[in-house]
């Protein structure tokens, strides 16, 4: 599965798990959270892309 | 002209599926379509041989079916090696274009095949070798060879190619300098005043098409697999170890994380143009998020992290490089014992 902040590409190349990013230049990050928030952030997208690992297809 | 012609089992006419299994077999003269193939030919051109070879042993065991033809084909001092046409069958479009690139490379006479566009040899070979544009129907084997024999004869006498919709072949991604009466913005407006119009018109930069990726069944149970994180940010070690290029990258590297938990910015660096690396230099969990993947590896949320993650740079880089790159790693992480991959993408 793909974790991105550059869907369209994703989706061109036809990825078929995705999670969206939280920015190209931080993709599972957050400059300007505080580091607690970041990491919780980041805890999010990461248990985000373990459910879609666990999916079948629709 | 002596040509070698490559057939799988069933247009060979050994048998259906279940010859799939048969090896390399080399016969003298030609065999199925070879017989029309020869005639479309013309002139003094001789199917000398034909190598039949079933779909599954071709495919399995594609490097022992490789060296056998190659061999074959020195032996018959072929001028020209033709595989297929193999339609929609996707064992024998791979099988003909492995070959197919083998001997171009290796024996250095003109080669060609012919297949559909969705067929998996015709994504992944599309780019070295001339493909014919065959549709699915194999009904239409006459046309198909007839495009085949008239393209192979102009290689052959290395004469000047077509553009893709004058030959019929699969187009190749290649660029050509060419005289034009208009520059590139006269013809640009032209295009969008067309399009404003509904009138046709007919775009100078395709967008590549990619071929459905069928997608894997759902990990069972998370606690029991072994996980593995890869990037293509570019985030390789201090110095670069693999010295992976920031931009149209052929290498990739795989690096330990055994007993981190978490990445340190004076460990790595970035190797990648285009976004500004500043923020994961700083913190590279924030582009390979180890710290939280230890979290979900403790709590049992997941069974295990592989103790290397892959890295590359995927910036302006030519398909046949990716791919190339896609497939060397999914062979590594099988031989890990992969279940599952998070890949992380600037």
């Known amino acids: 599965m793909q974790i991105t902040s550059a869907r369209p590409i994703a989706e061109m190349v036809g990825a078929n798990r995705l999670v969206l990013g939280n920015g190209i230049v931080h993709v599972v990050g957050d400059a300007k959270a505080s580091a607690e928030e970041e990491k919780r952030i980041r805890r999010q997208l990461v248990q985000k892309a373990l459910e879609a690992l666990q999916r079948d297809a629709d | ?346």
């Open chain 2, 1 to 346: 002209m002596r040509v070698v012609h490559y057939l799988n089992q069933f247009f060979g006419g050994v048998g259906g599926e279940e010859s799939a299994d048969l090896t390399l077999e080399a016969r003298n003269g030609a065999v199925g379509p070879g017989k029309l193939l020869e005639q479309l030919l013309g002139g003094e051109a001789q199917v000398v041989m034909s190598l039949v070879c079933g779909d599954n042993y071709a495919v399995e065991n594609q490097q022992a079916m490789l060296a056998a033809a190659l061999e074959k084909i020195a032996e018959a001092k072929a001028d020209l090696f033709v595989a297929g046409p193999c339609f929609q069958a996707g064992r024998y479009g791979m099988a003909a274009g492995a070959l197919c690139c083998a001997v171009q490379s290796k024996i250095g006479i003109p080669v060609i095949t012919g297949m559909a566009r969705e067929n998996p040899g015709a994504d992944l070979y599309r780019e070295p070798l001339f493909i014919i544009d065959s549709g699915d129907n194999p009904a239409k084997m006459r046309d198909v060879l007839t495009r085949m024999a008239s393209l192979a004869k102009k290689l052959v006498g290395k004469e000047a190619v077509g553009y893709p919709k004058e030959e019929g072949y699969i187009p190749r991604g290649l660029i050509r300098d060419q005289f034009v009466e208009q520059t590139a913005a006269e013809r640009l407006v032209q295009m969008v005043l067309a399009k404003v119009k509904g009138e046709p018109f007919e775009s100078e930069m395709t967008a590549p098409v990619f071929a459905p990726v069928p997608m894997p069944t759902g990990v069972k149970d998370l606690g029991k697999a072994k996980l593995m994180l890869i990037t293509d940010g570019g985030l390789v070690p201090k110095g670069n170890p693999d010295k992976i290029q920031g931009s149209a990258a052929t290498r990739w590297g795989s690096y330990s994380i055994q007993d981190c938990a978490e990445l340190r910015g004076e460990n790595y660096e970035i190797s990648h143009g285009g976004y500004d690396p500043q923020f994961v230099r700083q913190d590279p969990n924030r582009l390979v998020p180890l710290d939280v993947m230890r979290e979900f590896e403790r709590e049992g949320a997941i069974g295990e992290l592989c103790n290397v993650f892959f890295s590359t740079s995927g910036l302006a880089n030519p398909l046949s490089n990716t791919r190339r790159m896609g497939r060397e790693m999914a062979e590594k992480a099988k031989q890990l014992g992969i279940d599952a991959i998070i890949l992380t993408s600037t």
